[in-house]
């Protein structure tokens, strides 16, 4: 769509009263500028009057001075048509069109009146200071402050818009990216085709595919918020920025004539014998019209103007792909289901928020209106800064709603009716001391930096990269509750318990895939077998430890079903390796099992009793049996937050919930 207002198209309809926003499409800054040069110029006037009020006890002759130099300052080349025309008018003009300013004409009214009233005395010098050039430079700051709020407020529709254009960027190199990750993946698929690690290489490119269509469809979607952010900024913001400006033009152009009229109000009262001179400057002030000389200003800069484009998908260059949304895949259309899901729910909190601050913005729009027809009413700049506040806070709403119904649209066009499952999990951040398996891509989830998320409803934990990947059919959903913190220590112990074993019923899937808490504990035996590194590995957990190709290392522990290997690298650092970048130096391939068998362990010699009944849940755990003692290791107390270790009575090693027991 293209806006154009040729200067050659009809005169401005006078019954009509002159929008900035409709008539001068993004102009803020030239309309601001104008704003900023009358701002100025109530500086000039207030110097003027003050000036004015100082030299009043001397009459005539530095009177008919300073009313000269005030005039000289008029008569400067090009500062009449700045203030009056803009910096940069389009439209040719010349001293004619000058004088169609009702603005400019008072101004000379005034100019002529101080010079007729050079025999004016001391008592109105002293009313002029008291009074008006008080009044004028309260006035000037409270305008000048408006005005650098609303050019805040205009940088901040402006950084959000960018934010939003950067997403799409940075979306887009994402996606890129990914496409050329999954030929790097495709290559190597294509390489060990009749490798042992084919089967690997299937799933990495695969689930490499699916991380390419998921970046893809979040480009898409980013591109399509930046489209619908960038109308509603040109067609929306802007213009109701630029008649924000345009008010407050209006305000200081008549409070301007309001003031200088008050001047003039004292001359008729301290000066009967100017009262014909004063009632000129009168009538010029009363003439001031603000649609005229805004209606001046539009003639004189009204600029055809175009929006941007819209943006396009673009492909990846070494990738061929469409503009489409793909779901094809099941993995993408859930990661869209849910994101669908979560947009919608974010618009039922924002929509009240919107139609309450229109209300809002409407309500004291009125507010504005009677104020500016009765000032007896109150202070019309308090209402004006409230309705520009309220403005502000309206545009920040409904770009934030613009880019969530955007997004709700391009992917219910692609969804239609199969929106996924009605029953979506309630995920909260979580931290894992122990080592967790993510209940969607089976990998583990290690880190006390809420490296996950975990459903309040069914107790499923996954990566917070996977959470938008897992299908909306959360089993607990019916039943979901908040449940009160405890209480009591037992109260808190059964809460403990709960979940505890709520956590363990989560996780007995994969027992077999994820090393116990007490897999990491430090060997105990004397002669262990070695093993040469076959590929550089590096650490990305505590519990993990870095080894490079070519390293002979120590076995500590030997693969348990878990894909994973305990060993310790020729630095003396001791943690796990994926079992498949070792080989055993022994040539039987395994190791002998006498070697890992455990000393007896010997206990600090401080004991706990049982203050709870606690049914070990897993190989590394032990029984807490109500009044029985249990002997803590030496690293008791310190082994992890809210488990200590120790020896059973049946001297068994394992760890147990620290709030079941006190020290004895």
Same mark, same amino acid.
């Given at each position: 769509?293209?806006? *154009? ?22 102009? /803020?800054?030239?309309? =601001? ?50 203030? *009056? ?85 940075? !979306? ?7 496409? !050329? ?8 698929? @294509? ?101 005229? &000389? ?18 396009? /998908? ?20 859930? /990661? ?36 500016? &027809? ?52 309630? /995920? ?65 112990? =059964? ?89 055993? @130096? ?7 099992? =006498? ?22 849940? $897993? ?21 992890? @937050? $809210? ?20 020290? *004895?």
């Amino acid at each position: 769509m293209v806006i *154009v207002r040729q200067a050659a198209q009809d005169e401005p309809n006078n019954n009509e009263a002159p929008s900035y926003g409709k008539e001068l499409p993004d102009q /803020f800054q030239r309309i =601001s500028d104008l704003l900023e040069k009358n701002i100025d110029f109530l500086g000039d006037v207030r110097e003027l009057i003050r000036e004015r009020a100082v030299l009043e006890k001397e009459y005539a002759t530095k009177l008919q001075a300073l009313t000269r130099k005030a005039a000289e300052k008029r008569n400067v080349r090009g500062v009449v048509a700045s203030r *009056v025309l803009g910096d940069d008018p389009i439209k040719a003009w010349d001293d004619s069109t000058l004088r169609q300013s009702t603005l400019d004409a008072a101004y000379v009214a005034l100019l002529n009146s101080y010079e007729q009233t050079a025999q004016d005395h001391a008592n109105l010098g002293d009313l002029l200071s008291s009074q008006i050039v008080t009044e004028l430079k309260t006035f000037e700051h409270r305008k000048g402050d408006t005005r650098r709020k609303e050019l805040n407020a205009f940088q901040k529709a402006l950084a959000d818009r960018d934010k939003i254009y950067q997403e799409r960027i940075r !979306t887009k190199q994402k996606y890129d990216e990914e496409c !050329t990750e999954i030929e790097t993946y495709r290559q190597k698929q @294509d390489r060990a085709q009749d490798d042992r690690h084919a089967d690997r290489a299937a799933k990495q490119y695969e689930q490499q595919r699916t991380d390419m269509l998921n970046s893809k469809n979040t480009y898409i979607v980013s591109t399509q918020v930046a489209n619908k952010v960038k109308d509603k900024f040109y067609a929306t913001d802007i213009p109701v920025l630029e008649d924000q400006l345009q008010e407050l033009h209006a305000q200081l152009i008549l409070r301007l004539a309001h003031i200088v009229g008050k001047s003039q109000g004292l001359h008729k009262h301290h000066l009967d014998a100017l009262k014909a001179r004063v009632s000129q400057v009168e009538s010029a002030l009363s003439a001031v019209s603000v649609e005229n &000389d805004q209606n001046l200003f539009i003639e004189h800069n009204a600029r055809p103007f175009m929006p941007p484009r819209n943006w396009d /998908f673009e492909p990846c260059p070494n990738y061929y792909d469409t503009s489409e949304l793909n779901i094809t895949l099941n993995e993408p259309k859930v /990661f869209l289901q849910n994101k669908l899901s979560r947009c919608r729910g974010k618009l039922a909190e924002l929509e009240p928020l919107v139609r309450k601050k229109e209300n809002e913005v409407s309500k004291l729009k009125q507010l504005l209106n009677s104020y500016k &027809d009765n000032s007896e009413l109150g202070n019309l700049d308090e209402v004006t800064d409230n309705w520009l506040d309220s403005q502000h806070g309206l545009l920040q709403l409904t770009t934030t709603e613009c880019a969530l119904n955007a997004e709700v649209d391009i992917i219910t066009s692609v969804l239609g009716d199969d929106q996924g499952g009605q029953q979506p999990h309630s /995920f909260k951040s979580s931290s894992f001391s122990i080592p967790t398996t993510c209940g969607l891509c089976k990998s583990s989830i290690w880190g006390l930096s809420k490296q996950g998320k975990t459903c309040k409803a069914c107790g499923l934990s996954v990566h917070s990269k996977c959470e938008l990947k897992v299908p909306a059919e959360c089993p607990g959903a019916a039943r979901r509750q908040r449940q009160a913190p405890p209480t009591n220590r037992a109260q808190g112990a =059964s809460s403990i318990t709960s979940s505890r074993a709520s956590v363990m019923s989560e996780a007995t899937t994969f027992v077999d895939e994820t090393p116990t808490p007490s897999a990491f504990g430090l060997p105990s035996s004397t002669k262990l077998p070695t093993a040469t590194v076959l590929f550089d590995f590096g650490a990305s957990s505590p519990f993990e430890v870095t080894v490079s190709e070519g390293d002979t290392v120590n076995v500590l522990e030997p693969d348990d079903g878990s894909g994973w290997v305990k060993v310790s690298n020729p630095n003396g650092s001791s943690g796990l390796v994926p079992a498949t970048y070792i080989q055993l @130096d022994d040539p039987n391939g395994s190791a002998n099992e =006498s070697t890992f068998a455990t000393k007896s362990t010997p206990g600090s010699g401080r004991f706990v009793k049982g203050i709870y009944a606690y049914t070990a849940q $897993g190989d590394d755990e032990i029984d807490v049996v109500l009044g029985a003692k249990i002997e803590l290791t030496d690293v008791g107390e310190s082994y992890a @937050d $809210g488990w200590w270790e120790g020896i059973s009575p049946k001297g068994k090693k394992g760890i147990f919930p620290s709030n079941y027991v006190e020290l *004895v």
